[in-house]
């Protein structure tokens, strides 16, 4: 204690009088405060000279035993001097207490102090003390360096945030944003502060956001939700998340950040696109179509309406993939998905299965209104694909299921549309063709429909019904097509169309055919007897009977039994019969080897190809009657017609056309060279009865045909 005695001593010598210090009150000061005391007496100069220091200063600083009465210069290093020199002149200046902070670097560490300059002035109001109280604030400056690198730490994290970060208080008003949350809404911060946060929330979300608001409160819990909250001129689908901001166990605010989502939904209906759509052409893929059944089932079951679902094949793309390649292939189904498209409203959708079939649902329809769909896609298929400056032709074949009639389920009715688009296929292509509707309604149960079918032969329901085939030069009549009508007792008088694949499916085909063979061989006999003269029958055989194994001894057997001339029975094939080149050829030279007549039934619709017509032994080509239909209206179907007449002729055969119903496309036809001509205009196909009275007249008996006769 000799230093505080010195002081003393040295105030009690000098200036004692004015400072009256308790003892004790030293002791205090000099031994136990953590501060560090300086005191430190201001003469002119201005030089600070040292008075008096507490046990705490000398520890904490440089300052040599022997300090008393030495000056700041003497005592302190030049840096640290000139520092202190300014800080206890401004005291001195304006004699008021200045307060600043001291850095200062001891043993390599940085220590902070706070130092409180108190001026003492004497009576006259000179400054003649100073003292200088320092307190060690390192702790508390590192704290608070830590405090704010963690506050810049946590605002970098808010304010680079790709997400948008809103500080709500209580009620809901936002007063802190980030940047991201300026981009994402379009707004500055300024437009948005004080707003309430709501009412970015879309209508439909608002009260859902509110009433998570008041649970993240209550229970200072986080919520979340996804929404869409107003942009500018838009909406953005976000994801929300409330956090609440809980200082000492109380809620201040709530933090809410959106994610914004657009992306993820953009790829998120990328993904459902590509899961429902065709890649290459961009239509809905079968997947879509039976979700779209499903729906239309529920629809149509509630409003008792029907629905028509066609299945569409390209005939013959085969061909083209086989050619010309998939490229162009794909080309080619990429223009078909355009064309069928043309079709497309809100009643009706286009799908692609796969490979060259596409189906159309067509929703609130009709049979009638299904069945003007199906030509208006044919027609408009009639027109040429272009494809780097080349022409392709396609057409396609249509089956068509309806709901409810043709199946309950989405499966049934894709079979079913399936099982008429091949029947159409089949049956020469370029057709549309309902799934056995006309039998549904009549006759539910298809079982017991074979079942009357197995019975019809027995039972003498099947009939033929004959068709005059009229020679267009000299109108003579001497050949017949016949055309199979099942006359049931309980079904009514059936279409061959309707029970003919029926029988192709049940195997019937073959003993329905070869009595076809049989009564037809049976007609020739008694009209050739009857008319003294050389009647020819032609009967349709479906590419089953024609695959039949004793098919040509079936014929021959029928041919013998009545003695009649071979070339007097025709054999119609469609051109899908003779598709497999291999089974086709023997048949046919088997046929031909017997003597009967060949004719390729609706010629130009199937699978026209020029190589068969000069391989196979075929006599006689059938226009079909699509190309007919339209000959004088339609300049490419005249063309067709015209060009199968030409080919025909060239190939030594004869050329029959089917379907003719007006005078003006006989004439037609007879000015393009074809040789006969069969239709409603001459006749319908009549029964053998009929035919005999016909054979009564005059006219007809000199194998003139009366025109328009049976119409
Ligand atoms: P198809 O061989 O092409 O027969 C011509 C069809 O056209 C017949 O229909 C005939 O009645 C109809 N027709 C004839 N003239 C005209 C006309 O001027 N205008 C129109 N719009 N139609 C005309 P049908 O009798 O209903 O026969 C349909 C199909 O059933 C036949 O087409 C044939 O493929 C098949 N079919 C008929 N009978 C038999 C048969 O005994 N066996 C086999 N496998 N199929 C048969
Ligand atoms: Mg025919
Ligand atoms: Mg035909």
């Avoid at 004699?95 to 130092?115: A, D, M, P, Q």
């Avoid at 709901?403 to 009715?413: K, T």
């Avoid at 079909?624 to 239909?629: G, H, P, R």
Wanted: charged share 25%.
């Amino acid at each position: 204690m000799k230093e505080n005695n010195n002081l003393i001593e040295y105030l009690n010598k000098k200036d004692a009088m004015s400072f009256k210090l308790e003892r004790i009150v030293f002791e205090i000061m000099f031994k136990h405060i953590k501060d560090r005391i300086f005191v430190m007496k201001a003469e002119a100069g201005p030089i600070f000279r040292y008075i008096f220091v507490n046990e705490e200063a000398y520890k904490c600083t440089n300052i040599p035993l022997n300090y008393i009465g030495k000056t700041m210069k003497e005592v302190l290093g030049k840096e640290v001097y000139k520092r202190l020199q300014k800080e206890y002149i401004k005291v001195l200046h304006q004699k008021k207490e200045h307060v600043f902070i001291e850095e200062l670097t001891r043993n390599g560490s940085c220590y902070y102090g706070e130092c409180v300059l108190t001026p003492i002035s004497d009576e006259n109001g000179e400054v003649r003390f100073i003292v200088g109280i320092t307190r060690d604030i390192t702790q508390l400056i590192i704290e608070q360096k830590k405090l704010i690198e963690r506050e810049q730490h946590y605002r970098s994290i808010v304010e680079n945030n790709l997400d948008a970060i809103f500080a709500v208080d209580l009620d809901g008003s936002i007063h802190d944003i980030n940047p991201a949350g300026e981009k994402i809404l379009g707004c500055t911060y300024g437009q948005m502060k004080g707003k309430k946060i709501v009412h970015l929330i879309t209508g439909k979300n608002a009260p859902l956001f509110e009433k998570l608001f008041v649970i993240c409160q209550t229970t200072k819990t986080s919520q979340s939700l996804n929404c869409l909250v107003s942009q500018k001129s838009s909406f953005l689908p976000v994801h929300i998340r409330m956090i609440p901001s809980v200082v000492h166990q109380e809620m201040r605010g709530i933090y809410i950040i959106m994610k914004d989502m657009s992306e993820k939904t953009k790829s998120a209906e990328k993904i459902r696109f590509l899961a429902f759509h065709d890649q290459l052409t961009g239509l809905y893929n079968r997947r879509a179509l039976l979700e779209e059944l499903q729906v239309e089932i529920n629809k149509a079951q509630e409003a008792g309406t029907q629905f028509a679902l066609l299945t569409i094949d390209l005939d013959r793309f085969k061909y083209i993939n086989d050619n010309f390649g998939h490229i162009v292939g794909d080309q080619i189904l990429i223009k078909v998905a355009d064309r069928l498209l043309e079709f497309a409203d809100y009643r009706l959708s286009v799908f692609r299965q796969g490979g060259d079939e596409f189906n159309i649902l067509l929703i609130e329809t009709s049979k009638e209104e299904t069945s003007l769909l199906a030509e208006s896609i044919l027609s408009r298929f009639t027109e040429s694909f272009c494809l780097h400056a080349q022409e392709y032709y396609i057409t396609p074949s249509i089956g068509i299921s309806m709901f409810p009639i043709d199946g309950a389920g989405e499966e049934a009715l894709i079979k079913n549309a399936d099982e008429a688009l091949f029947r159409v296929k089949e049956r020469g292509k370029a057709h549309y063709q309902f799934y056995r509707s006309e039998m549904n309604r009549k006759e539910k149960n298809v079982v017991s429909l074979e079942t009357n079918l197995r019975k019809a032969i027995q039972r003498h329901e099947l009939t033929l019904y004959y068709q005059p085939q009229v020679n267009l030069k000299n109108k003579k009549c001497d050949s017949f097509e016949a055309l199979l009508r099942w006359n049931s007792p309980t079904l009514g008088l059936i279409s061959p169309a309707d029970f003919i694949p029926l029988a192709e499916e049940t195997g019937l085909i073959i003993p329905i055919g070869s009595w076809v063979i049989e009564t037809a061989c049976k007609q020739i006999k008694n009209w050739s007897k009857q008319f003294r003269k050389d009647i020819r029958i032609a009967v349709n055989i479906s590419p089953k009977q024609f695959q039949q194994s004793n098919f040509i001894d079936m014929v021959k057997s029928s041919i013998e039994k009545y003695s009649i001339q071979p070339s007097s029975l025709e054999i119609e094939i469609t051109e899908g019969a003779m598709q497999n080149t291999l089974e086709a050829i023997p048949v046919l030279k088997g046929l031909k080897d017997l003597g009967v007549v060949i004719s390729v039934d609706d010629f130009g619709t199937g699978y026209s190809s020029l190589s068969y017509i000069k391989q196979f032994p075929i006599d006689v080509l059938k226009i079909d009657q699509s190309f007919v239909k339209d000959v004088l209206e339609n300049d490419k179907d005249a063309a067709i017609t015209t060009t199968i007449i030409h080919l025909g002729q060239n190939l030594g055969m004869e050329v029959i056309a089917e379907g003719v119903e007006r005078r003006e496309q006989a004439d037609f036809l007879l000015a393009a060279n074809c040789h006969k001509a069969q239709g409603f205009y001459f006749s319908k196909p009549l029964p053998s009865e009929e035919i005999n009275q016909l054979f009564q007249h005059q006219s007809f008996r000199n194998n003139i045909i009366i025109e328009k006769k049976g119409d």
